[in-house]
């Protein structure tokens, strides 16, 4: 049996090998710090943060995005698909068992075959085998296939979890949307109410030749105005219930409410935070595994230049009569061992290496490209942040302004020192600029958002504990070291 048992085992210990290049991280160029600085409370990107906001609605839709959005569903069912190829490709790594049975009539040439006299040229034939086979892994395609699938498995989980960092963004930025176009729908009947009190006002003194005809028309084109604004405004309050009910996984619907925009608490801002901290962000940790996956299939295909040995076996039984179907004498067996190698194929293995070749470079760039906006989208988020901040402030301190311009231009018009154009100008100034003390105050807490979509964050996994998950048991990431580390 030595001459079987020494084969297998030389092929086993060199199964180890495996052609194609192993994967090393892209060298990185990573900026010290971020173009703003804020105080240390880094513990900060690894909450709930949307909970920060002090609204149980809010939380309420987002647990609910969780759990019904269809498109993380559907982004858990391609990782389910991932896992079941890596499974597959897994499986060439032992031997295939597998069995057969047939069952024939046939007829027995007379012109080739001598038959006794008498016998009957048709009969009957009975089989039954076990059989298996095994490709040995000797140069590690099966082993570059199976490190592409796994590195696939762990891409399309960071794809799942990048949905789950979009979807929560999104639900929180468009609830805040919806609270700014509440509070401007809200402005915009008030004015209009006070606009018609006034013109009422206005019209019984005009019929007592109080005020002129001019002023008259003045307040009417003012309370318009103020009428004109509120469809549009409704208009896109439906419009953003539509949005969120998508995000839901729901028919459009009308959205439940909880605080006001005013009402709304900002998050703290995470600070100062390190390059090493986009380590988390799943599209760049899903753009390397794609990287992994790529790196592999040079391997892959590299590995057809060489042969592929195959042992094949099979045990079973023939038989003309079923009543001697596996008896001793219908026994029979096989034992083979394959080899298979190409010799020319005229540039087919070259192309495909090439193309492995190319996708890789591929991936490397978009990997890279990944990390660059990354850092972009990070500084950005942090500037907006504190520039929506100050503009926020500077708007709100501006009503506040307005309101008393209008309240004293107003007094000056009823003792009889001021025309009412100069009421109308202050007015329409204070309603402009209360609908864009709103907008700056939404755009500052859609900033808020943007800092811990972009900066990623242990939050995600808080958030993933309430979607639906594939299963993940024996597949581990291929990754070497820190992610951004040169």
């Known amino acids: 049996m030595n001459y079987i048992i020494l084969p297998l085992f030389a ?6 090998c495996a052609v194609g290049p192993d994967y090393r991280r892209p060298v990185i160029e990573t900026p010290e710090k971020w173009r703003v600085d804020y105080p240390q409370a880094a513990e900060v990107t690894n909450v709930g943060w949307w909970t920060q ?11 609910t995005a969780l759990n019904e959005n269809r498109d993380i569903q559907a982004a858990a069912a391609r990782v389910d698909q991932f896992i079941g190829a ?4 897994r499986a060439q790594f032992f031997p295939q068992i597998g069995y057969s049975a047939t069952i024939s009539r046939n007829r027995a040439t007379e012109e080739l ?11 009957s034939l009975y089989r039954g085998a076990l059989n298996a086979s095994w490709q040995i892994d000797l140069f590690g395609r099966i082993r570059r296939q199976s490190e592409a699938a796994q590195a696939q498995i762990f891409a399309s989980e960071q794809g799942r979890r990048g949905v789950i960092l979009s979807v929560v963004t999104s639900v929180a930025a468009s609830y805040i949307g919806l609270r700014a176009l509440d509070r401007q729908l809200e402005i915009a009947r008030a004015s209009a109410a006070n606009y018609a009190e006034t013109m009422r006002i206005f019209d019984l003194r005009y019929q007592w030749g109080v005020v002129s005809q001019t002023e008259l028309s003045q307040i009417q084109s003012q309370y318009q105005l103020a009428l004109a604004t509120i469809p549009g405004i409704e208009q ?7 949005l ?32 090493t901290l986009l380590e988390r962000r799943p599209d760049i940790v899903e753009a390397e595994q794609n990287l992994v996956a790529t790196n592999a299939n040079v391997g892959v295909a590299r590995s057809l230049y060489y042969p592929t040995i195959t042992l094949t076996g099979l045990l ?94 107003r007094a000056k018009f009823d003792n009889g020192y001021a025309g009412y154009l100069e009421v109308l100008f202050a007015e329409n100034l204070l309603f402009d600029v209360e609908l864009a003390a709103v907008r700056s105050k939404a755009d500052r807490y859609t900033e808020l958002v943007n800092v811990y979509k972009a900066t990623g964050g242990g939050w995600v996994d808080e958030a993933e504990q309430l979607t639906p998950k594939p299963q ?7 990754l070497e070291g820190n992610i951004l580390a040169p």
């Open 11 to 16: 092929a086993t210990l060199l199964s180890a």
């Open 86 to 89: 890596l499974q597959a490709t």
């Open 53 to 63: 906001f002090g609204d149980p609605a809010l939380n309420a839709l987002i647990e």
């Open 236 to 242: 896109q309050i439906v419009a953003q219930e539509n």
């Open 316 to 409: 079973g039984s023939a038989s003309t009569a079923f009543g001697n179907f596996l008896t001793g004498p219908a026994s029979t067996w096989t034992v083979a061992a394959g080899l298979l190698g190409p010799i020319f194929t005229f540039g087919n293995i070259t192309g495909q290496v090439r193309a492995a070749e190319a996708a890789q470079r591929e991936a490397i760039a978009f990997y890279q490209a990944i990390i660059l906006n990354a850092f972009r989208e990070t500084n950005d988020a942090l500037i907006g942040a504190v520039k929506k901040r100050e503009e926020a402030e500077a708007q709100a301190k501006r009503v506040v302004a307005l309101k008393e311009y209008a309240r004293l231009s």
């Open 113 to 123: 075959a001598v038959l006794p006299p008498g016998n009957d040229p048709y009969f």
């Open 244 to 275: 969120i009910s998508i995000l839901l996984g729901r028919n459009p619907e009308t959205i439940p409410r909880g605080s006001t925009i005013d009402e709304l608490i900002a998050p703290i801002v995470p600070p100062d935070l390190p390059s």
């Open 472 to 478: 993940l048991k024996g597949v581990q990431p291929v």
